[in-house]
């Protein structure tokens, strides 16, 4: 069976039987879309658990949902795919039987090179640096830059080469930021990587809690210039914040306590090798995006574009298998 878009208003008409009431549906948070039924329910204040059948063609479930748990037997014959709370679960065959912990669980992106397109003019503006100082530095060299923080890339960069005076750096340092402000500004609405907002809803439909984490200062005008700064996160942890840039894992952490989600049930995104040591020393499921060497992500996949949100449900429903008993 597979439940399409428009087959929402069928399926709440046949919530609890016989009587349709779609302020309940709400409360259960069943919603389709893409073939899959989402259930994140929002229990009313002052009610503690939600028991309901749901007959969908002539097959029935039964749904028990309280705070801390779902549990839903189906009937033989169901065939579908459900999302609890962002992990993802295939009925099919058999009578079977789902019982699943409600612990919040996250997605941390990192922003540079996964949600906005402004790694290349970080690059940019370090090489009109490194060309003024007469050092080498390259695309190869650069990839060494991701995710690490202003002053920590200048020092990579010209180690080895030349050595700068305290009043240098600060001078190379502004002068690197104030080119790049500018190259950010030029792209305009493009800095916005293709199929990053739906893919976010997607996510957030499914009840994931959502949050930034990056090592860059500029976090907040770059989440303004592209409109994520509204709707999509709920935490947010950058360069502003912190002490140690990644691979440390402490924006990571940050943003998961931020986020009020245990970092063991995060999946961290990252386009960076720093980044991913990062989500990996957090203790989080890493999600590699484009960069090929990407050490060892769980998971990797060439651009949010290309990546279908399911698959973000699939890995959490491993990250939490300790929770769910057939
Ligand atoms: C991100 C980028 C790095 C950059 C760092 C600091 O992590 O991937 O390339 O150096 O942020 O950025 P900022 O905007 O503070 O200079
Ligand atoms: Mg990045």
């Not at 009431?21 to 009313?44: I, V």
């Not at 830059?145 to 010209?158: A, Q």
Request: proline share 4%; glycine share 8%.
């Amino acid at each position: 069976m597979k439940i399409k878009k428009n087959e929402e208003l069928l399926l709440i008409e046949n919530l609890g039987g016989s009587v349709p009431d779609s302020k309940f549906a709400k409360s259960a948070g069943l919603k389709c879309e893409d073939g899959m039924l989402f259930c994140t329910p929002l229990l009313p204040e002052g009610s503690r658990t939600l028991s309901f059948d749901l007959t969908f063609r002539k097959r029935t479930s039964s749904w028990k949902i309280s705070r801390k748990r779902i549990s839903v037997s189906f009937q033989s014959g169901y065939s579908c795919k459900i999302v609890f709370e962002g992990k993802l679960f295939r009925i099919g065959g058999g009578k079977q039987s789902i019982s699943v912990d409600r612990i919040p669980s996250g997605v941390v992106f990192d922003l540079d090179g996964v949600l906005v397109d402004s790694a290349i003019c970080h690059y940019r503006a370090w090489k009109s640096i490194a060309d003024e100082l007469k050092i080498k530095f390259d695309e190869k060299k650069n990839d060494l830059l991701r995710g690490v923080s202003r002053r920590e890339s200048l020092m990579v960069m010209i180690e080895g080469q030349i050595e700068l005076t305290e009043e240098q750096i600060q001078h190379y340092m502004h002068k690197k930021n104030e080119l790049y402000k500018k190259l950010v500004d030029e792209s305009g609405e493009a800095l916005l990587l293709p199929g990053v907002k739906p893919f976010l809803s997607s996510l957030k439909l499914a009840g994931l809690k959502l949050s930034v984490a990056s090592s860059s200062k500029n976090t907040p005008s770059l989440l303004k210039q592209t409109g994520l700064d509204k709707f999509y996160f709920d935490a947010i942890a950058d360069g502003n914040d912190i002490k140690n840039s990644k691979p440390h894992p402490e924006v990571f952490l940050l943003a998961a306590k931020r986020m009020g989600v245990k970092p063991s049930r995060c999946i961290a995104v990252e386009d960076a090798p720093a980044g991913i040591e990062a989500g990996r020393s957090a203790g989080m499921m890493t999600f590699g995006i484009g960069y090929a060497d990407l050490g060892k992500c769980d998971f990797h996949m060439e651009s949010i574009e290309k990546t279908d949100p399911v698959e973000i449900f699939g890995l959490m429903s491993k990250l939490n298998s300790k929770d769910i008993t057939f």
